[in-house]
């Protein structure tokens, strides 16, 4: 971390190092998630979920039936809301995403409420008041949690993160190859040259598969 | 079409702002609280400070929302995952090479991610379709499955033998967690951090007080988890 904490950067990095800045965080996440799920309601475009999670909702959307996408979606939310002050890391996708997205819409609108996903501004609200409530329950829970549990095995976890990016290089390679020839050689060419410019082999693997693959195109 | 821009646009910052310093926090867990994903944190990795290498992770996943948004209007959890931390810190490593004063400072990735952010949304929400198909499918069919083995098995697998190099204690704690997080929760990942955590306070300091309470609040944690994601009627079959 830089040292200069001084000026606007410098109080806006310092306030976002503080432990209950979280709180901010996940509220603003929240908000523009569910406020997607407003975007899918009125455009039928901009939710932030895969397409077969979103069709749980529209199912509900168009036969009234939301037991699927509430039920799906709340096991998510409390399981990945429980888990997140435990290691560190909140889930965005299975909490936010999936739970505030999918699950508290779906909710609601099966108990027909439905102006808080109809109106924009008021989306973004219910996103926040939601948001906080889930930070507030994990500052809470970390709280209960002794202290200095988290110093011991910090070094390690960090280590394991490390050596884990070390891998996408190979897997994207192997991808590429298992999609078509002309995509495999550009990709693994492609890392070749990476790492004799000492640059990470995902990047040059990515780009040399996607140039040979749209040059020579897989015919279905 | 004017509103869904601005509507893009608002979405976009806030989100893009908050889930990039959400990112960049993690670099700082478990010490502060952050969100984002353990994958998020390995391919950030990946990418080592690369500005290209970045945005070419982030690109192909752009690319691959932009078909699911064609199809569905479904934005895909990429956009968040790995659109936005990976183009906001590419955007930041252009200028500076040091990812401590870059991708670990949370007020700058903010910054970028909310740029980021709304520029995506706005683009995916509106102009998506210019995107050709045959590139959205490549970019699928080469990012999509060496994505989803890097989720399982190997993110697994790499913190399963980061708790068993660390020692016996650590080594069989991680292996009970990890083992019923794959089995409760469908990834094994935070169960063997949890075994590293313990595991290490039992080698450091030995049971004391504080290890008995996280290790009592894991045991709660992973109760209420499994009866929440359904798992002890997938037990009672056996019965």
């Known amino acids: 971390m830089s040292t200069e904490n001084i000026g606007l950067m410098g109080k806006l ?35 932030f979920n895969e397409i077969f999670v979103v069709q749980m909702l529209d199912e509900g959307l168009k036969g009234g039936d939301y037991a699927a996408a509430a039920g799906f979606a709340a096991g998510f939310l409390i399981a990945r809301v429980l888990e997140g002050p435990l290691v560190g890391v909140l889930d965005i996708g299975g909490a936010l995403m999936t739970g505030v997205g999918i699950g508290i819409p779906a909710i609601l609108l099966a108990s027909g409420l439905t102006l808080p996903i109809e109106n924009f501004a008021l989306s973004l609200l219910t996103g926040a008041l939601v948001g906080i409530l889930i930070a507030v329950i994990i500052l809470i829970v970390r709280k209960l949690m002794p202290e200095g549990m988290e110093a011991s095995g910090t070094n390690i976890m960090m280590g394991a993160g ?26 693994f060419i492609g890392a070749a040259i990476f790492y004799k410019m000492d640059k990470p082999i995902a990047g040059g693997a990515i780009l040399g598969g996607m140039i ?9 | 079409m004017f509103t869904i821009i601005i509507k893009s646009l608002i979405i976009g910052m806030i989100g893009g702002g908050a889930i990039a310093a959400g990112a960049a926090r993690m670099f700082h867990a478990p010490k502060i609280q952050s969100m984002g994903a ?52 590419g955007t930041l490593l252009l200028k500076n090479k040091k990812v401590e004063e870059t991708l670990y400072d ?30 959205s499918i490549t970019a699928r069919e080469i990012l999509g499955p060496a994505a989803n083995l890097m989720i399982n098995p190997v993110m697994p697998i790499i913190f399963w033998l980061a708790a068993l190099d660390a020692g016996k204690i650590t080594g069989i704690w991680g292996t009970i967690l990890g083992g019923f997080a794959h089995m409760i929760m469908g990834n094994a990942v935070p169960g063997a951090v949890l075994g590293i955590l313990i595991g290490q306070s039992i080698q450091d300091r030995g049971y004391s007080k504080s290890v008995k309470i996280m290790i009592g609040i894991v045991i709660v944690l992973f109760f209420i988890i499994a009866y929440f994601r359904g798992f002890f009627e997938q037990v009672a079959v056996f019965f």
Do not use: W
Not at chain 1, 162 to 187: C, D, T, V
């Open chain 1, 162 to 187: 490390n050596a884990s990016g070390r891998y996408l290089g190979p897997l994207i390679i192997i991808s590429a190859i298992q999609y078509s020839i002309p995509a495999g050689l550009g990709a």
């Open chain 2, 38 to 89: 353990f994958r998020t944190l390995g391919e950030l990795n990946a990418c080592k400070g690369d500005a290209i290498t970045h945005f070419s992770f982030g690109l192909g996943f752009l690319f691959n929302a932009a078909a699911s948004v064609v199809a569905a209007g479904a934005l895909t959890q990429d956009v968040l995952h790995r659109v936005v931390p990976n183009l906001a810190a």
């Open chain 2, 106 to 135: 949370p007020a700058k990735m903010a910054m970028a991610g909310a740029v980021v952010g709304g520029v995506t949304l706005v683009f995916l929400n509106t102009l998506a379709a210019t995107i050709p198909e045959s590139m």
């Open chain 1, 13 to 47: 990095r310092s306030f976002l190092m503080k432990e209950y800045s979280f709180a901010i965080l996940v509220a603003l996440a929240s908000a523009a998630i569910f406020a997607g799920t407003h975007m899918y309601f009125t455009y039928n475009v901009g939710a």
């Open chain 1, 212 to 220: 040979l693959a749209t040059i020579f195109p897989v015919i279905a």
